[in-house]
């Protein structure tokens, strides 16, 4: 779920981006509208949104009206001296000149972006309870092959990882799938053997996972997945 919250003092125009874009995007919740700085600090920290949305007014931000909407994914306040009108990965600037379609367009990949950084950070974390070492090739092997499992979660393609999704990672990573599989294997084999008995029943109850056997790379990536739905 992306929470969004939009500064603006133009009605016409919250219920343009309202109506014609938010609706047409999936997993949005709307966390609230302000058309003051006062009422969007308030707002972006209680809400502590994904996306801060700003529909812009001439001198508000920019001394050019032709900028329509402003999206950060910066979780720092936005203020004057930080809004630029340069696309990057944490902001994008929309004209008013485009077309409805582009814009719902440029907004989803935005989103869509974010959303994949964040979903990076929180397998990362997962990996670093399992005591996985990052300084191992095949740790992030298994971080390309969970991201690569899960937005594909319907097809079930972690049932056959050699088969559905080593060689994505190989054609990824500009690697073999045997370096891939062995790699993985190999990271798999140091984390099982650091891991303390503490850890071990603390992700035994979250994960389902019995490690008195030493759970597989497969039997690992399977539950992460499983635990990111």
Not at 16 to 36: A, H, K, Y
Not at 47 to 74: A, Q, W
């Amino acid at each position: 779920m992306c929470k969004i919250v939009i500064l603006s003092n133009n009605i016409e125009e919250i219920k343009f981006f309202c109506n014609l874009i938010i609706n047409r995007l999936p997993g949005i919740q709307l966390s609230g509208i302000c058309s003051n700085m006062e009422e969007f600090d308030f707002l972006v920290t209680k809400t502590n949104p994904n996306i801060i949305i700003i529909i812009i007014c001439k001198n508000i931000f920019f001394d050019s009206n032709d900028i329509l909407i402003y999206c950060s994914s910066s979780s720092k306040k936005v203020s004057n001296s930080r809004v630029t009108q340069k696309n990057s990965s944490t902001q994008l600037c929309i004209s008013r000149t485009d077309k409805t379609n582009d814009i719902i367009k440029h907004v989803s990949e935005f989103i869509s972006k974010h959303d994949k950084r964040l979903l990076r950070k929180k397998i990362i974390k997962l990996l670093e309870a399992f005591q996985y070492d990052f300084k191992l090739i095949g740790t992030t092997y298994i971080l390309e092959s969970i991201l690569y499992c899960y937005e594909n979660k319907s097809d079930y393609i972690f049932e056959n990882l050699e088969k559905n999704v080593y060689p994505h990672i190989a054609q990824i990573c500009h690697t073999t799938i045997d370096k891939v599989k062995w790699s993985i294997s190999r990271a798999t084999d140091i984390m099982n053997s650091r891991i303390n008995m503490s850890i071990q029943k603390e992700l035994s109850d979250s994960f389902n996972l019995d490690f008195s056997e030493k759970p597989t790379a497969k039997q690992l990536i399977t539950s992460i997945v499983t635990k990111l739905n």
